[in-house]
């Protein structure tokens, strides 16, 4: 089983910047498509953004579409969200999924994933 370990969170400012990171027990996560998640209390869970294991292919959902970029650095065996401008309305928990196979038109889907991380809080507030 693959085991993902979130780091990356904190404070920042409305339009400030963090980079989370999303790191494998084992050097096996090209292997994987990546999700990014986010979730807050009482809501559903979200899918912002994703990550092919293959081509390199990229997903974003429009809440976050032009502020946050998703990359991948194999040899670290490692996958980044990079938030910029971020918004309050980016505070929540964010998680990093992983599977094989994800299908097509289904990447912000959190049940296209067997393995998550324990999450890691951010907030934004002034």
């Known amino acids: 089983q693959v085991q993902l370990v979130e780091s990356g969170g904190g404070l920042a400012q409305p339009g400030g910047s963090l980079r989370l990171s999303c790191t494998a027990s084992?050097?096996?996560?090209?292997?994987?498509?990546i999700g990014w998640f986010r979730q807050t209390p009482g809501k559903e869970r979200e899918g912002i953004s994703y990550?092919?294991?293959?081509?390199?292919?990229?997903s974003y959902a429009e809440s976050v579409k032009g502020r946050f970029t998703i990359s991948r650095d194999n040899l670290k065996n490692t996958v980044y969200l990079q938030m910029d401008s971020l918004k309050p309305e980016d505070t929540a928990v964010y998680y990093c999924?992983?599977?094989?196979?994800?299908?097509?038109?289904?990447?912000?889907?959190?049940?296209?994933?067997?393995?998550w991380g324990q999450g890691t809080q951010v907030t934004i507030s002034s």
């Open positions: 999924a992983a599977n094989q196979d994800v299908r097509p038109s289904r990447e912000l889907l959190d049940y296209e994933y067997a393995y």
């Open positions: 084992r050097p096996t996560l090209n292997r994987y498509d």
């Open positions: 990550i092919s294991s293959s081509d390199g292919t990229t």
